[in-house]
């Protein structure tokens, strides 16, 4: 379905997560390196079969119909995959190429290349926003610039006398030299662009792809598209292809997992990397590109090097670090201190093939360079606070994981395979990190199957800082927690319990927690329209500042007496703005809750 369709929506994490370790993950997708396989497939076949029918060769030449078969696959294919930003880039480099075939005229590869970037960007110039643009450009760009007026393959001359002197003898060794050596290219070329957008890079990758792409290109997706049109014309034989594909499929799998099962590093994962360590990667990259022979071309692995040893963003002793992640209408808070790091919930599952664990939460910390999770903290099982600790599990290792609800499902298994230990967060739970001490106020030992009135309730305090983490409890936990003794609640600020819905917020409790100000995570024009006009009208007649997370994005600030961050937070969207993006209105944050409503006329 991926290969015909451009639908991967079926093919397993753990498939998915064996295809990046080892880079073919572009193979598995229609991508821009098979609609360029299948226009060249066609070209050649309708050239072959035209050479046979002298009829036709006396209206064009073979290579001027190959090119109109060549541009129709292209297309077609293309308008399988939906037209994303590789598959655009893939099109018009082949319409070029074909059609220069087609009138007869001969145009260089960075012209295609060149009107291939002009095309895009004029028809969406967004696209340079995300990473497709970059790494399909990118890999493109980096072999134009490796291999420009190289030859592709090598060729020994025979001995004089052995054979006639028009032909020659390959040189296999050369030849596979010649195959292998463009992996190695790429793989040095997308360096910065996989430090940025992937925050990893295989390094299994130029050794898969060597056999990976000729079986999968020239083999599986040809036999798929066969397939799956004989299966509309002859059903026994288009089943016959698809089965030898799906055969093929389980070679290539198979050689996957015992590549990755080899005692070989699988992955470079960059964690923190900052603008002078992309600069200077960037021109170690370019430097280790230049032709042979060039002087000083090892001091781009130099160059490399801060790559591989990024410092983390460490927090003094007696500060944390907070960051409420934008993860739509959820929930997902990194605490950091000097030398440890928490996380309270993941945010949402979007689909079979996408959470914010994977998307948000874990581009997030290696950012930020954490590589193993002390604490993760699961407030109870909705999805919106646990649909993305199976994949968070998957790519960082964590001691401890704490749920406040029983947790169902996939999760137990998660956190077994990950080895981490699983707890329920009860009253009376404490540590200190680093100066910064944790404190759990709820549920009760007992009271892990009420739902949202099960969630952990953390209290944070740093340099006489205070910030409560309540999760979804409602009305009937905040009254307990209040009966059990206020001076815990008192707090500097409060994540809106249940998102600032109205079954949450109540009265006495926000009397009993006196915050100075409030975090809402909610989704942008969210269904649920979170907070609640009347409980950001609570908020707001106690004078308590607000901040959506729906309008400034993730909220990252410092807890304690810091002085190398702020002290209040700080979105991402202010912090970060784009030229394109307006100022928030005064309208729009009282839609939001971060202003009180505009009083209405009588």
Not at 170 to 180: C, H, K, N, T, V
Not at 244 to 260: E, N, P, S
Not at 379 to 404: R, T, Y
Not at 558 to 577: H, Y
Request: aromatic fraction near 8%.
């Amino acid at each position: 379905m991926a290969l015909v369709l451009g639908d991967g929506e079926q093919i397993s994490a753990e498939n998915w997560k064996l295809f990046t370790q080892t880079g073919t993950n572009h193979l598995i997708v229609i991508s821009g390196l098979h609609i360029a396989f299948v226009a060249w497939m066609c070209h050649g076949l309708v050239a072959w079969l035209v050479r046979l029918s002298p009829l036709l060769l006396l209206r064009l030449p073979a290579q001027q119909w190959g090119a109109v078969a060549g541009i129709t696959g292209a297309v077609l294919y293309s308008l399988l995959a939906g037209f994303s930003v590789p598959t655009q880039r893939s099109c018009v480099m082949v319409l070029v190429f074909m059609g220069a075939q087609l009138f007869a005229r001969r145009v260089s590869h960075s012209f295609s290349f060149c009107l291939a970037l002009l095309l895009v960007m004029a028809g969406n110039p967004m696209s340079v926003l995300g990473a497709g643009f970059w790494l399909s450009f990118g890999a493109v760009g980096t072999l134009l610039l490796a291999y420009n007026g190289l030859r592709r393959l090598h060729y020994r001359a025979p001995v004089s006398g052995s054979m006639p002197a028009y032909a020659w003898t390959p040189d296999w060794a050369g030849i596979w030299l010649r195959w292998a050596h463009p992996q190695w290219v790429i793989s040095i070329g997308m360096t910065v662009p996989m430090a940025v957008w992937m925050q990893q890079l295989s390094l299994l990758s130029p050794v898969a792809n060597v056999l990976a792409i000729p079986l999968v290109s020239l083999l599986v997706v040809p036999l798929c598209l066969l397939g799956s049109l004989l299966l509309f014309v002859w059903m026994p034989v288009g089943s016959g292809a698809l089965h030898l594909a799906d055969c093929l499929l389980g070679v290539f799998t198979a050689g996957l997992q015992a590549l990755v099962g080899a005692p070989l590093p699988v992955l470079w994962e960059f964690r923190g990397t900052s603008l002078p360590e992309l600069l200077l990667a960037m021109a170690g990259s370019l430097m280790l590109l230049l032709p042979r022979g060039w002087p000083g071309r090892w001091l781009g692995l130099i160059l490399l090097l801060p790559l591989a040893l990024p410092s983390r963003e460490l927090a003094a002793p007696g500060i944390a670090r907070l960051a409420v992640l934008d993860v739509g209408q959820g929930l997902a808070v990194v605490v950091r201190t000097a030398s440890h790091a928490l996380v309270y919930d993941t945010g949402p599952r979007f689909s079979e093939s996408f959470d914010a664990g994977a998307g948000i939460v874990v581009p997030y910390l290696r950012s930020v360079g954490v590589r193993q999770l002390d604490t993760l903290m699961v407030s109870h099982g909705d999805n919106d606070h646990a649909g993305g600790v199976v994949s968070l599990l998957s790519a960082l290792p964590a001691v401890e994981v704490s749920f406040g609800e029983v947790p169902q499902g996939p999760i137990p298994a998660a956190v077994e395979a990950s080895g981490a230990s699983l707890t329920m967060c009860t009253r009376g739970q404490n540590w200190e990190w680093d100066g910064v001490r944790f404190s759990v106020l709820w549920p009760p030992a007992g009271q892990h199957d009420a739902g949202n009135d099960s969630s952990c309730v953390l209290r944070i305090e740093a340099g006489g800082h205070v910030m409560l983490l309540t999760g979804d409890i409602e009305g009937g936990a905040e009254s307990a927690l209040q009966l059990s003794g206020t001076s815990d609640l008192r707090s500097d600020w409060l994540i809106a319990p249940h998102h600032g819905s109205q079954t949450s917020s109540t009265p006495g409790f926000l009397a009993a927690a006196a915050p100075g100000g409030v975090i809402y995570s909610a989704g942008y024009r969210s269904q649920f329209r979170h907070p609640a006009p009347i409980v950001a009208a609570r908020y707001h007649s106690r004078g308590v500042a607000a901040w959506n997370t729906a309008l400034r994005g993730a909220l990252q600030w410092c807890l304690g007496n810091a002085s190398d961050c702020e002290t209040t937070p700080q979105g991402w969207r202010e912090t970060r703005r784009r030229w394109w993006q307006p100022m928030v209105s005064e309208e729009t944050r009282q839609l939001h809750g971060e202003l009180p409503a505009a009083p209405q006329p009588l």
